[in-house]
């Protein structure tokens, strides 16, 4: 199945255009990857005739995924996903929603993408390429001998896991940390960047310059400067719950249901 399958942002308008012109690709996931993946794949079936693009998310709402629009304090994510929207609206887009892949299975040079209701019955949709943007999770190996202390479920430090916890903080709402939080028994050790947050999606450039500022003060010996943290971050935008949604699934950084609660916080929001 791998020869269908490609992983987050693929460069549908450059070097891989081919693999998907003229072509019906699913995207799968209701991140920013999803997003930016779905608004060039529209792009391409523009120019090239017979490209199709569907789009499958497991909540029962894309509300998530459209964002603040006009009201986001970061004027590009509210554009992104007023601009999807506009494609689902004007059906260039098809959008399957309550979509759970249970199988993949060969149809015809094709590929059979299967879901199971929960009544126990399926469906599947055919297709000729998948993108997988589902999550994703940091490799910690290259610091595997070291003495890391990290929170098992989201991969960050378990000081930060819940300062960042998806079901509870929006890319708005993290307060700020630094070197104090990034600290791991092995001393002198620190990520920083996006893979200090672990599987966790709310990760924004201007955490990662205020970890960086913190740690190198740190590093230069200077603690009060590294100690005193600060970080300003916008408000609103994809990251929100979309209280419509009932289901609760995808529901990564608002409310938990009763039927999700029981869950880990890979299943919810970061995995696959
Ligand atoms: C679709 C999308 C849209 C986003 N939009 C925004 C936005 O508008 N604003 C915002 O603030 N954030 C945005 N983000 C989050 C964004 O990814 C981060 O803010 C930023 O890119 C993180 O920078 P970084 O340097 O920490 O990590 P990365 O950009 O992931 O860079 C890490 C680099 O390290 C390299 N690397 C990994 N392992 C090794 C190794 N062993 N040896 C050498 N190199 C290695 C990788 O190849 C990569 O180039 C977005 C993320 C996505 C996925």
Redesign the pocket.
Known sequence: MAAFLEH??PDVLGADRDWFAGRHTLVVGA???A??TLLSLAELAAAELDTEVTWAIRSASPARTYGGGDADA?P??GALGSRLREHVDAGRIRLLTGFSVHALTPADGRVAVVVRHADGGEESVVVDRIVAATGFRP?HS?AAELRLDLDPVLGATRALAPLIDPNEHSCGTVPPHGVGDLAHPEAGYYA????SYGCAPT??????YEQVRSVVAALAGDWDTARDVQLDLPETGVCNSNPADSTGTDSCCGPVSAETAGKSLATRCCGS
Not at 192 to 195: D, E, F, P
Not at 203 to 208: D, E, H, P, S
């Open positions: 987050a942002l991140g920013h990857s997003a930016n970061l590009a994510r490799d290259i920083v960047g996006m893979k990760f924004l450039m201007a955490t990662g």
